[in-house]
């Protein structure tokens, strides 16, 4: 009963350190108390497990209590790589020695783990406003931790683009802490029309384009008329801006030596006045004296031919 309860007490004290919150270091480190061979020895391990948790506590503690599951597997697979090869180990001399060794080694790879993570990991927004999901060290439960934009707002910028009339223009806002947003964040694309640079805009000068996953859009066979400034602003359902920017969008007209050429009929010929040249009117009198003379002869021939049956 005092072996349980002794384990009991291990579990409890683990769950207050970051490199605790996972399982299978629980289980690890029981399964080595209850390895030792006499119930003192086992007591004098436990005792020592118990600090090791208390100095695991104080170092997350002294950095912002809090870790991602990234950080976590990594620091845990380290502990466990080293706890291993110290399980192989020939402990004649002093096992109590040797335990607070591999504990102190423990908390040095949480503590450098940690230092990467808050520096360069905790909040890799330079600007914008992040909302992301992490564990507290203490209660071994996820929260939701604010990491609030370095420069107080969350617009992050102003960007040209320059394009050809016809042409193709890539719209593309996305930035790689975008994916450790809470939620399903969407993509708002805004357009606001004019030359950019030649009014000072307002919220009431765009005009919505469209409400995206995916943080681009592409502009196809672009007109001189579709230039001005295009804005980007990555927003949850509840209308939260988490993050903002524009493009200013020139559209260069195409030179004119690439532009269609009208396409001019030619011109009908023009009438020769020559006299050997025949006219409609001479062709109507022509067709008209052919056929009155195929009709004399005609009616000649039809008369010649019945006076002939009449004299035989």
């Known amino acids: 009963m005092l072996l349980i309860l002794v384990s009991l007490l291990c579990a409890v004290h683990a769950a207050e350190s970051c490199l605790q919150c996972d399982g299978s270091i629980l289980r690890m480190h029981e399964d080595f108390i209850l390895s030792a061979p006499t119930m003192n020895d086992q007591i004098e391990l436990q005792d020592i497990c118990n600090y090791a948790y208390v100095t695991y506590q104080d170092t997350s503690k002294a950095r912002e209590g809090v870790i991602d599951p990234t950080t976590l597997y990594r620091a845990k697979t380290e502990y466990q790589s080293e706890f291993d090869r110290f399980l192989k180990m020939d402990h004649t001399g002093s096992l109590t020695f040797d335990t607070i060794q591999i504990m102190e080694k423990g908390r040095k790879i949480l503590e450098k783990h940690l230092d990467a993570f808050i520096s360069d990991g905790l909040c890799p927004n330079a600007c914008g406003l992040l909302h992301r999901r992490v564990m507290d060290c203490l209660s071994c439960q996820y929260k939701m931790y604010i990491c609030p934009s370095p420069t107080g707002q969350q617009d992050c910028g102003v960007f040209p683009v320059e394009a050809e009339e016809g042409g193709q223009a890539v719209l593309d806002c996305f930035l790689p802490w975008h994916r450790l947003l809470l939620g399903k964040p969407e993509y708002h694309y805004s357009w606001a029309p004019r030359k ?34 295009y804005r980007c602003s990555l927003q949850d359902q509840s209308g939260v801006v988490f993050f903002q920017v524009s493009f200013l969008l020139s559209v260069a007209p195409l030179p004119s030596q690439t532009r269609r050429a009208s396409v001019t009929l030619p011109s009908l010929p023009h009438k020769d006045s020559s006299p050997f040249q025949p006219t409609e009117d001479l062709l109507v009198a022509l067709i008209v004296m052919i056929t009155v003379l195929t009709l004399t002869v005609c009616v000649g021939l039809t008369l010649v031919l019945g006076s002939k049956r009449q004299k035989s």
């Open 196 to 229: 950019p640079g030649t009014k000072k805009l307002d919220e009431s000068d765009f005009t919505a384009l469209v409400v995206t996953p995916d943080s681009f859009v592409v502009l196809n066979q672009l007109h001189l008329d579709e230039e001005g400034t």
